[in-house]
C-alpha cells in the first residue's frame, strides 16, 4: 500500500482514562504516519485530557486531537469520527475500541486488505482464525446472536457486523447519506455496514483475537443487546 495514503484512527471514549495513553501509544507505534482523532463523551473521569496531555509529550503533537461532545452515543461518535475523516481528506478511516480489547497491532494487517482493493475490512472474531479471550458463555451467546440476525435477516456479506474494528475506505463513506439520523447504540455498526453493502462497496474480513477488558466496565450490557437486535430487526423492514 502506498506510505502516500492519509489515514485516519477514530477513537470513541467514555471513562477510559486508565486506558487511553497505552492505547494511543499501541496505535502510534502501529501506524507512525497516522493521525488519530479521540471522540470524547464529556467522560467526568478525565479521558480528554489524558489525550491532550499524551498528544502534548510527542514529536507530532499535532497529529492527535480530541473532541468532547455533549451528548453520549457510540454511534454519533463514530459518525463524529467518520465525517472528521472526510471533511478532512483522509484516504482511510480506522475505528477500534478504546478499552484495548482491538490489538492496535492489527491495525496494518486492516490498512493493507483496504489497499489490496477492497472498501471495508472487518476485524472478525467470527471466521478461521479470529477468537475471543475472556468472555463468558451468556456475551458470546448474545454477540453470535446479533451477528446472525445483521447476516440472515439483512444479508450482510460479513460474519462479524457487530465488531467496530475496522478500516474504511472514505471515498466510499462519502457517498452515504450521513445527515440521516444514525442509530446512536452499538446497531450503528450494523447500519454503516448495511447502507455501505447497498452502496456496492466490498468487504473482507481479516481474523482478529478479541480480548475482554482489563481496566474499567463494558459499555455493552443484555439490555443494549437486545436494543441492537431488535434494530437490526427494524432495519431488515425498512430496507425490504
Known sequence: MSSNLRILVGVCTYNEAGNVSSLLSRISDALPDADILVVDDDSPDGTAERVRQFAESRDRADSIKCLVRDQRGLGGAILAAMIAAIDGGYDLFCNLDAD??????????????????????????????????????????????????????????????????????????????????????????????????????TFTEVPITFTERTIGDSKLNFREAIRSGWTVLRMHSKSS
Not at 476485524?123 to 458470546?140: A, H, M, N
Not at 471515498?171 to 447500519?191: I, N, R, V
Request: hydrophobic share 40%; charged share 25%; with cysteine.
Open 100 to 201: 484495548l480489547s482491538h490489538d492496535p497491532a492489527d491495525l496494518p494487517r486492516l490498512v493493507a486488505a483496504v489497499g489490496d482493493g477492497c472498501d471495508v475490512a472487518v476485524g472478525s472474531r467470527y471466521v478461521p482464525d479470529g477468537e475471543i479471550v475472556g468472555w463468558p458463555l451468556r456475551r458470546k451467546w448474545m454477540s453470535r446472536w446479533i451477528n446472525l440476525i445483521a447476516r440472515r435477516r439483512l444479508g450482510l456479506p460479513v460474519n462479524d457486523a457487530s465488531g467496530s474494528f475496522r478500516c474504511y475506505r472514505v471515498s466510499k463513506l462519502a457517498e452515504l447519506d450521513l445527515d440521516d439520523q444514525p442509530s446512536e447504540g452499538y446497531s450503528f455498526l450494523q447500519e454503516v455496514l448495511l447502507k455501505l453493502h447497498h452502496q456496492g462497496a
